[in-house]
């Protein structure tokens, strides 16, 4: 059974720093796509930034490029999302994804909230 955890949201200053963590299960971890997504109320679920199963690649959406890094390690089964220099605007439900050539699965979710 393919899971995926993510960990690490919180509330944070804006201009304050996170890091996520999606710990997966139940697939061969290094042969799945890793992404991470965010809905803030109101809005579309949008892409954040992937990652190949190599971690050898990784994209950015633009508005989150020099301030997010997303990263992987294939022996822990883990994915990160490093977010630096956070803003109000990036206050969402976090969600992790992963993908390969014989499935997709989400997360469940977690909330990151930015604020004074």
């Known amino acids: 059974q393919v899971q995926l955890v993510e960990s690490g949201g919180g509330s944070v200053q804006p201009g304050g720093s996170l890091r996520l963590s999606c710990a997966a299960s139940g697939f061969t971890f290094n042969s799945a796509a890793m992404s991470w997504y965010r809905q803030a109320p109101g809005k579309e679920r949008e892409l954040v930034a992937t990652i190949t199963s190599a971690g050898s690649s990784t994209t950015y959406a633009d508005s989150m490029k020099g301030r997010f890094t997303i990263s992987r390690d294939n022996a822990k089964n883990t994915v990160y999302l490093q977010m630096n220099s956070l803003k109000p605007e990036d206050t969402a439900v976090y969600y992790c994804?992963?993908?390969?050539?014989?499935?997709?699965?989400w997360g469940q979710g977690t909330q990151v909230t930015v604020s004074s």
């Open positions: 994804h992963a993908r390969n050539l014989f499935f997709a699965h």
